[in-house]
């Protein structure tokens, strides 16, 4: 398809580890103004699993929340997808009473886990603004698909340059 670009016929790889799982869809674009101006004024969250291997503390799914802002990460591990808003009222409790502000509003997609009427009604008492994306669209809640992918590539990437078997 390009003319005059150099044959690698000894394409090398310094770290074998890091080579797996690399590909995947693009995200959509968004633009650095476009991001909230006030720590907890937008989180995303999303569920990832259910994992091949269980983890040694038995759970099979992790809960990742990300803040739009500071981009900073919280990280639950739980056996089932159903406890989702009991690891959600736990961090919403935690993360308001550390940083002295409140969640504003909370994306994610529209997994069965987030349509609970317990949900609903506590996003209205606590007045938290639901965004859902759209559905088969991980994009668009792109911030925590990202953090799932990185999280998932450093331990399989730990993993294998220790020789160490996924139980771990």
């Not at 809960?63 to 989702?84: A, E, G, M, P, Q």
């Not at 808003?85 to 940083?99: A, D, G, H, P, T």
């Not at 987030?114 to 965004?131: A, D, M, T, V």
Request: charged letters at 30%; aromatic letters at 12%; one cysteine or more.
């Amino acid at each position: 398809m390009v003319e005059g670009l150099p044959i690698m016929n000894n394409y090398h790889v310094e770290c074998k580890a890091c080579v797996p799982g690399k590909q995947r869809r693009e995200e959509f674009l968004i633009h650095k103004e476009k991001r909230q101006r006030e720590i907890l004024e937008l989180i995303h969250i999303d569920v990832c699993g259910h994992m091949q291997t269980r983890s040694l503390g038995g759970e099979w799914y992790f809960l990742i929340s990300v803040d739009d802002r500071s981009r900073c990460t919280w990280v639950y591990f739980k056996r089932k997808k159903s406890n989702v808003f009991e690891y959600f009222k736990e961090f919403k409790s935690m993360v308001e009473k550390q940083i002295g502000k409140c969640i504003k509003i909370l994306r994610y997609d529209q997994g069965g886990e987030y349509k609970s009427r317990e949900f609903n009604q506590y996003f209205k008492i606590n007045g938290i603004l639901q965004q859902f994306t759209v559905p088969h669209t991980p994009q668009q809640n792109g911030d925590a698909e990202k953090k799932n992918i990185t999280l998932l590539e450093c331990t399989s990437s730990m993993l294998q340059s220790k020789n160490i078997s996924n139980g771990f």
